[in-house]
């Protein structure tokens, strides 16, 4: 008797699992095989428990109907936290989708209607489809725009790590739609983008030993100010950018390139100072801190990793699999020796910088970071906020926010969007 989907998605993860990894790219459709470079599920396999802690097993698998297809969704537990093994199968039972979300994010992503701030009047703005850049990286987007004549003062939102849309969803959460819609309706214009991570990650799986954050991040920012000069509803005197998280550790990368001399200031949020690796190591420590069954060969497994991307031999023949998160050496060796406070100490634009009291991503240490090296600067703002964690929402006050606190719906504080609009306004 053939199998259901349902026993099919349970089948391929226990695959997975067993690390039989051939055996599942076996079961791929042709359509999506070339997509699939040798090796790479083994590697991203390894990726998921060094973040997650070794497999324990399976909890449940449900089928969720999206408007694309029907996808099982089979909610797995791992050492230190549970996650999503999402599948879409063909008529004839073959994979045509693989991919990993935490829990609940497919479901999320289909019955979620976003709710808007009460801070943002969706009748003080408007809305345009965009593309950023042009040709093979082109990339689609959206301006807001104040209702008004203009020109308005505009800002270009850039976004943390991984393949992140728009509006930086991390379900049920939209903080950058938040940022759109409240500096819209305080007479900011925002253009934001869906990453090329996202847009085009099958493509740049292929260029990986040589993609950098100058691919990943730096080159599209600088098309998104170059799109906002050319429009005749922006002041082009009066243009920012803000970068949350890696977004706000590259910003002073971005503003560093010649065509970013057009940059009127700049916003810092949640970004951080130290090394990138250190970053990780620390996050991958604390969330092990958080579960009794501590994974310690895999945070053993990462130190390893972290001490190889800072060691002098390192080079761009090594593998990526001996790295952290998977990433290419190429990614590693190009941050290497770049300390984002100091370059910030060398440029002429103001800057806002925020910091959320209770991250545990990107930390009061960062914060601390930039102050040292930026407070004898007049034109550089420094605003913290008890309470609120990485997407500056609120979290419990007086503690260090938790991986849970993500799956909590809510909304980039009022406070916070006051703060920039007031900021900008001022410049």
């Not at 324990?56 to 089979?74: C, F, I, K, Y």
């Amino acid at each position: 008797m053939a199998m259901t989907p349902n026993e099919q998605a349970q089948h391929v993860v226990a695959l997975l699992a067993q690390g039989k990894f051939s055996e599942v790219e076996d079961m791929l459709a042709a359509s999506i095989k070339p997509l699939m470079p040798a090796g790479q599920m083994a590697a991203t396999w390894q990726m998921l428990e060094q973040q997650l802690g070794t497999f324990q097993q399976q909890l449940s698998v449900q089928m969720v109907q999206t408007p694309q297809a029907a996808v099982e969704v089979v909610t797995c537990a791992f050492a230190m936290t549970p996650f999503d093994i999402n599948l879409i199968f063909n008529t004839q039972l073959e994979i045509v989708s693989l991919t990993l979300t935490p829990v609940g994010t497919i479901e999320q992503q289909t019955n979620m209607q976003y709710a808007p701030p009460p801070y943002a009047t969706p009748e003080q703005f408007s809305e345009q489809d965009i593309q950023i850049g042009s040709g093979e990286w082109a990339l689609p987007g959206t301006l807001t725009l104040p209702t008004g004549t203009g020109p308005f003062p505009a800002v270009v939102l850039v976004h943390g790590s991984g393949p992140g849309d728009r509006d930086e969803t991390i379900p049920p959460n939209k903080p950058f739609r938040d940022l759109a819609w409240g500096l819209a309706s305080r007479g900011i214009a925002v253009l934001r983008y869906d990453k090329r991570t996202k847009v085009y990650g099958a493509k740049i799986a292929s260029l990986a030993t040589t993609f950098t954050v100058q691919q990943e991040t730096i080159e599209d920012a600088l098309l998104a100010l170059e799109l906002l000069r050319q429009r005749p509803e922006i002041d082009e005197q009066r243009l920012f950018v803000l970068g949350h998280s890696l977004g706000g550790y590259l910003m002073p990368r971005i503003l560093s390139a010649p065509t970013a001399s057009v940059v009127h200031g700049a916003i810092i949020m949640a970004g951080t100072t130290r090394p990138l690796e250190d970053v990780l190591l620390d996050q991958v420590s604390y969330i092990t801190s958080l579960n009794t069954d501590t994974q310690q060969p895999q945070l053993d497994t990462l130190k390893k990793m972290v001490a190889l991307v800072k060691d002098p031999q390192l080079t761009p023949a090594t593998p990526a699999s001996e790295l952290p998160l998977n990433v290419p050496a190429a990614y590693w060796l190009d941050l290497r020796g770049y300390h984002p406070e100091e370059v910030a100490r060398q440029l002429p634009q103001p800057l806002l910088i925020m910091q959320a009291e209770n991250d545990y991503q990107a930390t009061m240490e960062d914060f601390q970071g930039w102050q040292q090296a930026l407070n004898q600067r007049a034109n550089v703002t420094f605003k913290q906020y008890p309470d609120l964690y990485h997407l500056f929402m609120p979290s419990e006050p007086g503690h260090k926010a938790t991986p849970a606190a993500y799956s909590v719906a809510g909304h980039v504080t009022e406070e916070v969007v006051n703060d920039i609009s007031d900021w900008l306004k001022q410049q």
